[in-house]
Structures are given as structure tokens and as C-alpha cells.
């Protein structure tokens, strides 16, 4: 039977979690990672310390690939090798900032774009039967949220309870004409792409458009980590920019062991062509003011932060993600990590990492 799960960007938040998850499951887990995030983000953003903490922990049942998603030929042999001994494929690995893509429009688009498709047509001429999971980002809807009769309330934005998506923005919210910005542009290329080799080639593929995704094993940076860099901020007294809106800006936060518990259900049960808007919705959601006030209490510090009054360009001001299509393929998963248990659990992880 087939038992090895791939995992693309496995020293990244996801990807760790999933090495871990998969690995407890008593599957065996090749990774692929060159500690990109590094070049993308500086020394706050590699994940060499979260790779060198997966390989003690994981041990024998991980197998490391130091390996560009960018590199074609190297991905082929790779799955040649593997050939039906893979059982699934989580395809993670990314230039995952908004605001990074800009400097380098052809490395985001490489990597976001023609990475993904690198990786489908290894998986299509060695392993096609094996779910295959890509993160995806509720930026492939680019501004368009911002666009909803949003209210001004004392800590956030809101909508009106009776409009449509009070409860959570649907998958069929359009994701044409609006503002992507260069990073929402290629990772649109790589989500549709995702979904063409489910339809077009029958492929089980699943695309997951998460909202704010989160956990311990985020390395914190300024541009990339929202809830993490909140934490970090606030424990080393940092000063954090808050860009726009009156800091009253709305995410959702999903924690990286729900997201990947919701892997494991497409994978025992996959389906073709698949979309799923995957954040934290109504029960996981906060704006920045918010953030910062569960930090302040956790930490028993004040938090140190700027306002810049110019937003981030297409940032959203108003996002919480409906998970009603995957309830309702997958009734038994549940959510389990809210903002403030979020936030506890990395003050608590990493209490000798970030200190002032
Ligand atoms: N974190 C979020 O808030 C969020 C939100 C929505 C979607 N996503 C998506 O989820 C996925 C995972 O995000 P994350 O937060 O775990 O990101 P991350 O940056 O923590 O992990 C990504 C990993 O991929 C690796 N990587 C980057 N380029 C690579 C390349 N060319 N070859 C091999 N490895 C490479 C990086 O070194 C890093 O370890 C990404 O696709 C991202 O776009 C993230």
C-alpha cells in the first residue's frame, strides 16, 4: 500500500505541521524545502530552526529534500523515484507575501505560478491517483471583499448581520476584475491550475484558500505572519506598523493543526477539482486593535505600535472566511484553536525564542 506523503515547503508553518501530523500517522514524509522564506524575508524569516527541530523530532520518517520547486527536472526525478508509493501530496511551498511580490514579479510568479505547475505534471505522470492538497489565499479575490457595505464599529469593521456573508465569504465570490496584486495574480495561476488538473485530467485535487493561516511554527516577519508577528512584536517589544483602516481591519485565523486535520479528511476521502474557502470564519476572527489587546493581556506588556495611515495596496479591510463547503463534504472536522488560544500557545512556544 501506498504510505509516503509529499510535503512542499515542509520547514514552512504548513508544511511542519503536516510533516508532523502525517508522520504521527505512521506515513513516511519526504519534504521539499531550500529555505526560501529566507531570501524572501531576511534572517526573522528562515526556517532552518523549524526544519533542524522536525528532523530530532520526526526522525526516520521524514527524508529531506533541500530542492526548488522552481527546478523541474529535479522534482521529476524525485516523483519518478517515488513513482505509486505516494499516497499524497501537500503542496505548500510558496512566495507567500502581498507585499514581497512587487520587488521580484518574476521570482513570485516562478515560484507561485510555474512551481505549482512543475509539481501537477510530476504528480500527473507518476503518482496521478494521489489527492493532491495546494494552499492557496483568499487574495485570489483580490479587493474585491472591500467592496462589501462594511460598518465602522469601536475596534473593527463589520458587516450588516442580514447581508449574505455575514457568517462568511462563500467560494462563489468572484475572482475576476478586482486588485489581486502581483502575489493574489500568480497564486490565482496556480489555484486555477490546480483545479484544470482536477477537471481536465481527473485528478483528485483540492485547492484551500485560507484566510489568516497560523501557529508556532510561523517564523515571524514584518511582512509576512500576521498574528505570529503581532506576538513577536509585543514580546520584544518591537514597534509594529500598522498599515491603514484605523487598525480596524478583519482577518480570520486559522491554526495550522486545524488546517491540516482538514488535510487528512480530503485525504481519506478526496474528491476532483475541489475548492474550499479554509479560515478560522466567525469562530476565529480579529481586527488589529483586537489583536493587540489579547497580546497586551497575555503578555501582561504594553504593546509598542505606528500607524501609517497609507493601507497596504489591496489589502482586505474586511475578511472571514465561510467554511460551509468543507462542513459539509467533511461533517466530522471541526475547528479547535480561536484568536486568543492561538496567540497563548505562542507566547507560551516561544517564550526563550522572543524575548525584550
Ligand atoms: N500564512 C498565511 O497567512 C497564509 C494565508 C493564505 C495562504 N497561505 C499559503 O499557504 C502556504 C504555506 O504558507 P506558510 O505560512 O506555511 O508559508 P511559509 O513561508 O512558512 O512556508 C513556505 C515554505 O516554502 C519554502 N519555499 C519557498 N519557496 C520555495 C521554493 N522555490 N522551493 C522550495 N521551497 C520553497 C520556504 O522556505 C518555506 O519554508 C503558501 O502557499 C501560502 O501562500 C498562507
Not at 93 to 113: G, I, K, L
Not at 125 to 130: E, F, L, N, V
Not at 214 to 238: K, N
Request: proline residues 3%; aromatic residues 12%; hydrophobic residues 40%.
Amino acid at each position: 500500500m501506498s504510505s509516503v506523503v509529499v510535503v512542499t515547503g515542509s520547514a514552512g508553518l504548513i508544511g511542519s505541521e503536516s510533516v508532523r501530523h502525517f508522520a504521527g500517522l505512521g506515513m513516511d514524509v519526504v519534504g521539499v524545502d531550500n529555505d526560501m522564506r529566507g531570501y524572501f524575508f531576511g534572517s526573522d524569516g528562515s526556517t532552518k530552526w523549524n526544519l533542524d527541530r522536525l528532523k530530532k523530532e520526526v526522525g526516520d520518517r521524514y527524508t529531506h529534500h533541500d530542492l526548488d520547486i522552481r527546478d523541474r527536472d529535479g522534482l521529476n526525478k524525485l516523483f519518478a523515484k517515488l513513482g505509486r508509493d505516494v499516497a499524497l501530496i501537500i503542496h505548500a511551498a510558496a512566495q507567500p507575501s502581498h507585499d514581497w511580490a512587487a520587488r521580484e514579479p518574476f521570482t513570485d510568479f516562478d515560484v507561485n505560478a510555474v512551481g505549482t505547475l512543475n509539481m501537477l505534471e510530476a504528480v500527473r505522470q507518476h503518482c496521478p491517483d494521489a489527492p493532491f492538497i495546494f494552499t492557496s489565499t483568499n487574495k485570489v479575490y483580490g479587493d474585491t471583499p472591500n467592496r462589501l457595505p462594511l460598518i465602522e464599529q469601536e475596534t473593527r469593521y463589520e458587516l450588516p448581520t442580514d447581508h449574505q456573508w455575514f457568517g462568511g465569504i462563500t467560494e462563489d465570490m468572484s475572482i475576476d476584475q478586482t486588485l489581486h496584486s502581483v502575489f493574489g495574480a500568480s497564486k490565482v495561476a496556480a489555484d486555477v491550475m490546480v483545479q484544470e488538473y482536477g477537471r481536465y485530467f481527473d485528478m483528485p485535487t483540492a485547492v484551500m484558500r485560507g484566510g489568516t493561516l497560523t501557529g508556532p511554527g510561523h517564523s515571524a516577519a514584518e511582512l509576512h505572519g500576521f498574528l505570529a508577528y503581532v506576538m513577536r512584536c509585543v514580546m520584544e517589544q518591537r514597534v509594529y506598523h500598522i498599515y491603514g483602516y484605523k487598525g480596524k481591519m478583519v482577518r480570520d485565523a486559522i491554526h495550522s493543526h486545524d488546517l491540516v486535520s482538514a488535510f487528512e479528511a480530503f485525504y481519506r476521502a478526496p474528491r476532483v477539482a475541489e475548492v474550499y474557502n479554509m479560515g478560522g470564519g466567525r469562530f476565529s476572527n480579529c481586527s488589529h486593535i483586537e489583536a493587540f489587546k489579547i497580546a497586551e493581556e497575555i503578555t501582561g506588556l504594553e504593546a509598542r505600535t505606528d500607524y501609517v495611515d497609507q493601507a497596504r495596496t489591496g489589502d482586505h479591510q474586511w475578511w472571514v472566511s465561510s467554511t460551509a463547503r468543507f462542513e459539509e463534504h467533511f461533517p466530522d472536522w471541526r475547528m479547535t484553536y480561536d484568536v486568543p488560544a492561538i496567540l497563548r500557545e505562542m507566547y507560551e512556544a516561544n517564550q526563550d525564542l522572543w524575548k525584550a
